[in-house]
């Protein structure tokens, strides 16, 4: 079964799994409501006539029906909560291979970075980007590190070939990553990086009040001793009443002391009690799952046993003091808190807990968030099982494809085959407007991004060199900066240049250079800069009008290539295939297109 039948199997299954349980929950409630009206008229006639071991009975009786029918109400809403997202996780994932996700909320629009060497002209994030399609990470630090895995390419073949192990591995693995992706949901905030649970977690500086023995000792006895006092004064009468109120005076003292530092710690801990609970049970799924592949286990090592707890077992423990803590913010709990020293006895376990696990809480999160990362990207090996899993050459100034595609052109792609290899290292495409020059340019961009993430690529065949990527493509005007678009475009040329001169070879995409400029220049200063990068041994493609620039493949002794598109007419419109071919392109349409909008003798 391919996969979009499995995820039409699915929706069909959870759409009419969640319209049972909602129709289970909303008896429930009925049943609920109905328990405790019956109950209270049955109650209320058994006293009316006196009858009162029925009282005590019909009390006893439908109070019991009536917990036990909250507590089903709860596990019914909490199985719908968790159908509900598994169902519009396979919904999107549907989508994706339908091309009908950019409804996707999260286009990873706070990644762009205009001055990034190359993830804005690629489309790596905002709407219609590559981030928005492939991203299920629903932890600041899993879409982190989503984010990393885009824009830092990996260049260690070892570390690339276990990360496509791990990849195809999490690939098969369709219900497990569905199911921590919907533990992930629960993180009440998408965008929270929990950066004020892990500083506090990461201070070192511990107060006494709450870590010396001799201190613990004193607060954990004073409440029973207080308690004790209340006892004998005003059961018993065998000492004064002022020693109770003199014992409650201190303990109120007590907690006056610094308690603007114990509330922010107790406060950052209380409002991080959701998230906690999901970190632990991503952790738990993550756990009591076997893996094969070597770099999801070297992950699982980083959340080891620590003094013979599981990662998740120590984050558990700290959701208990979380709860605790939550207990604060009812209002009635003051009296409780002066008589235990509540807010004390948190603190006391709080810093216990950090001392122990603090500090590894980070790279339990971290580990979460590649998890994530990874399961993203594992999407592609599972939704598109003929895509090429790319090969990688020490080589230099190797990039070979066969059928390469946009893999964002969802079931609209068109396929070319490429082959750059020494002594050819730059392709030169021309061809007219909308011919599909620019595109041409991102999908390759595109999907050597994807190789060095480790992820399949929109190929049937794909090998390359290790490169640093570098584009200059969609270069405007900065007004912030007085900078114009020409002298835009000449910085990042610049930037290319210079990267040149370091022992890693560049791949650049340059879209129309200098266009910003007269025609006599751009021509001139285009030649000059193809030169010089092939001279430098960059390899890469240039898009062009300039048709007089295919002179270079003979100038430079075949070292730059001619490639054009073309287009054709019928019935007084145009028509364009998408299918590179060898040469320099003999088609203009400029003029037609201006005839067409009404521009014309």
Not at 46 to 68: E, H, K, N, P
Not at 85 to 97: D, P, T, V
Not at 152 to 166: G, I, M
Not at 445 to 466: D, E, Q, T
Request: hydrophobic share 40%; net charge positive; with cysteine.
């Amino acid at each position: 079964m391919n996969a979009k039948n499995t995820y039409k199997k699915r929706i069909f299954k959870y759409e009419k799994l969640c319209d049972t349980l909602k129709k289970r929950l909303h008896a429930t409630g009925n049943w609920r409501l109905l328990t405790a009206i019956s109950g209270i008229i049955i109650a209320a006639i058994a006293d009316w006539m006196a009858l009162y071991y029925l009282l005590w009975s019909v009390l006893v009786i439908f109070t019991s029906i009536f917990i036990y029918l909250v507590v089903v109400y709860r596990k019914i809403k909490k199985l719908l909560v968790y159908g509900e997202q598994i169902l519009n996780i396979n919904r999107n994932a549907f989508k994706r291979l339908e091309g009908t996700w950019l409804d996707f909320t999260d286009t990873g629009e706070a990644f762009k970075n205009e001055n990034h060497a190359f993830s804005h002209d690629l489309d790596l994030f905002g709407r219609g980007s590559l981030f928005q399609w492939i991203n299920t990470a629903r932890t600041y630090l899993g879409r982190k590190k989503l984010k990393t895995f885009l824009t830092s390419p990996c260049y260690d073949h070892n570390t690339l070939k276990d990360r496509q192990e791990a990849l195809n591995e999490l690939g098969k693995m369709r219900w497990w990553r569905q199911k921590y992706e919907a533990e992930a949901i629960q993180i009440v905030e998408q965008t929270s990086n929990d950066n004020d649970l892990l500083k506090w977690l990461k201070n070192n500086n511990h107060n006494d009040l709450y870590t010396r023995s001799d201190i613990i000792y004193v607060f954990k006895l004073l409440p029973g001793l207080t308690i004790i006092s209340f006892l004998l004064s005003y059961g018993f009468n065998h000492i004064p009443r002022l020693i109770p109120v003199l014992l409650i005076f201190i303990q109120i003292s007590l907690l006056l002391i610094g308690v603007k530092k114990r509330n922010e710690a107790l406060k950052t801990v209380y409002t991080s009690q959701r998230s906690i609970r999901t970190y632990g049970k991503m952790l738990k799924h993550f756990e009591k799952t076997s893996f094969n592949s070597k770099y999801i286990k070297n992950l699982k090592d980083k959340i080891m046993d620590n003094q013979g707890l599981t990662a998740y077992d120590q984050l558990k423990a700290l959701e208990k003091i979380a709860d605790k803590i939550s207990n604060r913010s009812n209002f009635v709990f003051i009296p409780i808190n002066i008589i235990f020293l509540w807010d004390y006895q948190c603190m006391i376990a709080l810093e216990k807990w950090k001392l122990s696990s603090g500090h590894l809480v980070e790279e339990w999160l971290s580990t979460l968030g590649e998890l994530e990362a990874l399961s993203s990207l594992a999407i592609i090996s599972y939704d598109y099982p003929n895509w090429a899993v790319p090969e990688f050459t020490l080589e230099k100034s190797v990039f070979i494809a066969q059928d390469i595609g946009h893999p964002l052109l969802t079931n609209k792609q068109v396929y070319n085959d490429l082959t750059i290899k020494e002594p050819q290292t730059i392709l030169l495409i021309t061809g007219s407007n909308m011919s599909g020059k620019s595109t041409l340019l991102r999908t390759a961009g595109i999907n050597l991004v994807l190789a060095y993430a480790g992820a399949p690529v929109c190929a049937k065949k794909f090998k390359c060199s290790f490169m640093r990527i570098f584009t200059c493509m969609r270069v405007s005007d900065n007004l912030e900066k007085s900078i114009s678009s020409f002298y835009a475009e000449l910085l990042r040329i610049k930037e290319i240049i210079q990267a040149t001169k370091h022992d890693q070879q560049v791949f650049f995409l340059l879209d129309e250079i200098f266009k910003g400029t007269n025609s006599h220049d751009r021509h001139i200063g285009a030649k000059k800069l193809i030169t010089k990068l092939y001279k430098e041994n960059a390899m890469g493609f240039v898009s062009t009008h300039d048709l007089e620039l295919g002179e270079l493949e003979e100038e430079t002794n075949g070292s730059v290539v001619n490639y054009n598109f073309q287009e054709h007419y019928k019935n007084n419109k145009i028509y364009f295939d998408y299918k590179l071919r060898k040469g320099i392109s003999t088609t203009r349409n400029a003029l037609y297109l201006m005839k067409m909008i009404g521009i014309e003798d």
